[in-house]
């Protein structure tokens, strides 16, 4: 019997399904995300897969879902819960005088994905809802120094007050956070013992969840958040889930459903520590840019995910992934370590809208989303997207939209257009359309240039475009910027479910330490440093250990990797060591962990930040608990000729670019060869995405079937 590997990524937008057979070929279903029951566009996404399988859900489901040897979901679940304010009524006891900490946040806080022109003037900043209103905030005077030293020890009697006040708001969930828990949880753990008490003693039996062991990393705040969103918005997220997994267990699936960790590692949806899952859907596009790194001999990668909603972008430099300890979200700064994604709302759902002060174009941030998605799908929008502009322009093919499966009304995208745009700015409708594409491609360039990879030299950096909208609108945010190289991949459309695929089974736990090499330390200095790293390591092999084969693996099938996060003292950025040796024993040890510090930031930074007379900061540890998977096979094929076959030509159709209308020849993806090169002005059709190649540029297929671009006349 066939066995098969189903990974699913649940965007703002689209929910897309990649079902991979054992031979590593793999087919792509797309739908409409239905927060409300994530199941739903679950299965309708799997059905439409399944019918380029030529198989039918209702004959052929039951057979199917028993083949399915492991099935990956990665949603919106938490994501929703957070926006929608609809998590868990949650209580919070922290140490006194503290407890406005939530309510007023951090500064910065405030300007989260904010512009310049925002950042800039005040009125624009504002704090977002606090998760846990202040009323069911309560203090407990007691005081751990930043040593971990008891300085003033804990009331007991104010945390039992506490736990009755809030039992009589009849919360759902209960948080503990105290100062420097991190360096001694002792008066945490007292007080989640006493409230667990009070709870019994009431009938009741409600999460409690404490700092200590959710993020036991200092940034006090980031990990108030961390401690906050695990109570508040894990419950109604593993009930989504767990209705993915009941679909398919109808269905005769045999196992459980699996999940995405925010820093690339696939878990069981049982994972007590959830809240590691709330950003997993980007994720899975750069784990399975990792992973095509691998094959094609690249180790710096831009990766850039153009869906629906919004443009995510992530770096691989040197081979190693890009990790955010205190990453930015939802208005709130997180102690969940996270690969490092920066995101802005420019997908091709963003709604385009004139600035009543200035009658310029406003593009978003907010978009159409899957429902009620473009104004040409008819299901209740009436405000122009950039797919309407891709649409009127000819990029997109009217009757192969999402395959053919969705019919479109061009005529009421034109109309829509024509009266909230193209009028009012006293423009041609399909130049109005032709600016706004600009426009959003433009926002998305300078994301990248000017965000994301400040300080690193675009010469270095293969470009990888992939999301539903990556290949239509990649040469336009490529611009005329020396790339190293620029590529895409045929399924593009579901590359972040096929990278979620390529992971493997891993946890991660971190702790914040405090080590210090000054320059010119003797053996004995390096060696004391090394045993704070070492027993750190020890500590969480063992939580990690336990954890996993709880999970029913055997400790021969677990790895462990040593990470240790390294600065030079007085420097604000620190780099992601994976330690050569297991034990930091010996000074020997410790020098190999140096040296490969210095290889790295010499790789990652300008050789003017490293210091002459360097002093090494040690301030975070961590360890990676990984178990191998089976991922799908990337496979080389026999390069064929440079003419591409004639079941791949669909002709031509006019389009328009540069202010005018132009013939360009359409192709089928799918019936493209290794091989085979096209010139733009040229249209390549998926029913998943859509690869857009402008006048002037070049595409080849190589071997692996990747999608290279480049300028006509340059090699």
Known sequence: MARYLVACDAGGTMTDVIVVDEEGRSVIGKAPTTPYDESVGYWESLE???????????????????????????????????????????GL????????????????????????????????????????????????????????????????????????????????????????????????????????????????????????????????????????????????????????????????????????LCYGGVTNIRYPRLFETVMSGPVGGIMGAKYLSQVIKEDNIVCSDVGGTSFDAGAITAGVLPIDREPPFQQMYVNVPML???????????????????????????????????????????????????????????????????????????RVFKEKVAVPLKLDVYVAAEQCVD???????????????????????????????????????AGDYPWKAVATVPHAGAFSAWGGACMDYAHRRHKSIAAVIPFGADAATKIAAGKIVSSTWE???????????????????????????????????????????????????????????????TKMFTLAGKPAEP???????????QVDTVKPKLHRYKLEGKKPPKAASKGTRKVFQKGRWSVGSIWEMGELRPGNEISGLAVIEAPNTTLFVPEGWHVRVDEYQIFWLTRKGKK
């Open 340 to 414: 490092d994604i920066r995101s802005i709302g420019a997908g091709t759902g963003t709604y385009i809208r004139l600035d009543p002060q200035t009658n310029r174009i406003k593009l978003g941030p907010d978009s159409a989303g899957g429902t009620p998605g473009p104004v040409f799908q008819e299901t209740g929008n009436e405000i122009p997207t950039i797919n309407d502009a891709n649409m009127l322009l000819g990029i997109l093919n009217k009757d192969y939209y999402l395959g053919g499966r969705i019919k479109v009304n061009v005529e009421k995208s034109y």
């Open 48 to 90: 439409e897969a399944l019918r380029y399988m030529n198989l039918d859900m209702a004959r052929d489901g039951q057979k199917f879902c028993k083949s399915i040897e492991t099935a990956i979901y990665t949603g919106t679940s938490m994501l929703n819960a957070l926006i929608n304010l609809s998590g868990l009524k949650t």
């Open 93 to 260: 006891i922290l140490t006194r005088g503290f407890e406005d900490m939530i309510v007023q946040g951090r500064g910065r806080e405030t300007f989260i994905d904010c512009q310049w022109s925002e950042i800039t003037h005040m009125q624009y900043r504002k704090h977002r809802i606090p998760l846990v209103p202040r009323r069911l905030t309560f203090g407990a005077t007691e005081r751990i120094d930043m040593f971990g030293n008891v300085v003033i020890p804990l009331y007991e009697h104010e945390v039992v007050a506490a736990a009755r006040a809030l039992i009589a708001e009849r919360i759902q969930s209960l948080a503990i956070l105290f100062l420097n828990s991190f360096r001694n949880a002792a008066h945490e753990q007292r007080a989640a013992e006493l409230v667990r008490a009070e709870l019994a003693s009431a009938g009741l039996e409600i999460p409690v969840v404490v700092s200590s062991d959710v993020a036991p990393t200092m940034r006090e705040m980031s990990r108030a958040n961390a401690t906050i969103i695990q109570a508040y918005a894990t419950a109604p997220a593993r009930k989504q889930l767990l209705g993915v997994e009941a679909k398919l267990a109808q269905h005769g699936y045999k196992h459980s459903l699996k999940t995405v």
């Open 439 to 477: 426009l959003v491609n433009v926002l998305m360039r300078e994301h990248l240039v000017r965000s994301l990879m400040v300080g690193h030299d675009l010469r270095d950096y293969v470009l990888l475009g992939y999301g539903g909208g990556g290949p239509v609108h990649l040469l336009g945010y």
């Open 615 to 625: 002093t090494y900061q040690f301030t975070e540890v961590s360890v990676i608990a």
């Open 539 to 601: 500590e969480l092999e063992k939580e990690l250990l336990s954890e996993l084969m709880a999970e029913g693996f055997k400790r021969n099938q677990i790895t462990l990797r040593q990470v240790v996060y390294i600065r030079f003292y007085g420097q604000l950025e620190d780099v992601e060591v994976e330690s050569p040796v297991a034990r930091l024993n010996t000074e020997a040890d410790m020098a190999k962990l140096l040296a490969r510090h210095s290889d790295l930031f």
